[in-house]
């Protein structure tokens, strides 16, 4: 059983940044892709970003992609979230998931942090 705990959200101005954590125990964590969903009021959990167990590879949503950037400290059993030009339309409550999968299906993912809300003014 793996848990993951999220931590980094917070208010910021359009434009800035935040840098999201994900802490995972119980498991090996170098074993599991580990992805970031989104899921903001009224709309469906959305995929963010995803990495291989090595770090090796990443993909983005197109919403994000060459704003946001996923890596991993297997060594720390963490995972990052670099968020940058941030907008008001990221604002959501942020969520890790770790799985066997390199997936941008939330569904295969069977372990999930407690979300972390990030909100963005104009």
């Known amino acids: 059983q793996v848990q993951l705990v999220d931590t980094g959200g917070g208010l910021v101005q359009a434009g800035g940044s935040l840098r999201l954590s994900c802490a995972a125990s119980?498991?090996?964590?170098?074993?599991?892709?580990m992805g970031w969903f989104r899921q903001a009021p009224g709309k469906e959990r959305e995929f963010v970003a995803r990495?291989?167990?090595?770090?090796?590879?990443?993909s983005y949503s197109d919403s994000v992609k060459g704003r946001f950037s996923i890596s991993r400290d297997n060594a720390k059993n963490t995972v990052y979230l670099q968020m940058n030009s941030l907008k008001p339309e990221d604002t959501a409550l942020y969520y890790c998931?770790?799985?066997?999968?390199?997936?941008?299906?939330?569904?295969?993912?069977?372990?999930w942090g407690q979300g972390t809300q990030v909100t963005v003014s104009s």
């Open positions: 119980g498991g090996t964590f170098s074993n599991y892709a």
């Open positions: 990495i291989t167990g090595s770090g090796g590879h990443t």
């Open positions: 998931a770790a799985g066997p999968y390199y997936s941008s299906t939330y569904s295969l993912y069977p372990y």
